[in-house]
């Protein structure tokens, strides 16, 4: 059923970034969205509660922007209606990252979208319709320099291409299901191309692990790994993968295979929680694998030994510590068993007994500070040391 149609395919340069010679109406232009060509990978994420035009408020923006202080790159929205939408392009014209609009069923909702600064549209070809509604967006989405990104989902497939569920065997249920979702994106990419749309992402999501790593394989893979080589950004994500600990299993899981064969170009780590969850964990993906500089969090997990309790001194700093672009190890520990080692390899380590603290650095005790706030001493102490880090790269340079 499936056929290769690459050579049919307008060449994409891997990489979309807004128009700034045709601004909007207000003189504003969407940020610049630049994605794949050896960039970084980015982590989105999404907002998850309904958003009125009242709602954004200073206040709404910087309880955003603090997303953003945590590594988010770029975050996604929902538009279930025309009137949902002045809001999200109100957020838009504001915030400091791009912004991307999800829509779904009525492609007059994308329409309206780009009379705003709104960096990319994800479309859902399940629902979204007949092909001239997506060809429509398309040449209104190519006059604003606004990218699209065919978001296919595995919950949401069209009726021809439903995922397999009459396969006999769970292999034959991952290459006919994974198959159908290419075919989903490839559809939608030739009604691009065909009228000189090439300002593209796609998205392959499924709830399983190994659905998602099948079709992205599939779908980046060249011919002689047995792929296809689409030359699109791809945006990773497992759907529907339910609260924090289950999210994070299986978003690993799928993430790390391909993000190590240089499979993807965003992230977002759907978590049933806050969106502020979502944006740690996909940062720290990321600086685990070494595609992205970060603190290092080492804390010990608490034990009878413990006169330290490095569980809430952990969470209260990371509810407070910005995204730094350095690589940095801090440790937490709570007792003198593994403490004094972690100490002494930690550029920053703090660790105490009842009302007191100790910060090393390196094994080097720096001071004793009261264990009561002791979190903003440290954030004091790492933003310091991250801006000599820099100032150091920048003089070497």
Known sequence: MYQS??????PCPTEGEADASNPLADGSVPKPLVLGSGKPVQVQTMWNKPLEEKQVTDGFISELEQLVAGGCNLIRFSTPSIVSVKAVGMVAQRLSIPV???IHYDYRIALECLKYPIAKLRLNPGNIGEMWRVKEVARAANDKGVAIRIGVNGGSMPSELDLAHDAETRQEWLEKSGRNMLQAAVDNMEALASVAFDNIVVSLKASDPALVVYANELFAKDSAQGGLGYPFPLHLGVTEAGPLTPSLIKSTLAFSKL???GIGDTIRISISGEP???VLAGAELLRSLG???GIN????PGCARSTFDTAEFTAKLQNKMPHLPVNMDVAVMGCPVNGPGEAKHADLAISGAGLNVSLFSKGKLLKNIPSDGAEDVLIREIEKMAATQTETSRESV
């Open 259 to 261: 993000l190590e064969q």
């Open 297 to 300: 969090l080492i804390s010990c």
């Open 276 to 278: 502020r969850e979502e």
């Open 5 to 10: 149609t690459r050579s049919a395919m307008v």
């Open 291 to 293: 595609l992205r500089k």
């Open 100 to 102: 991307i609009a999800d």
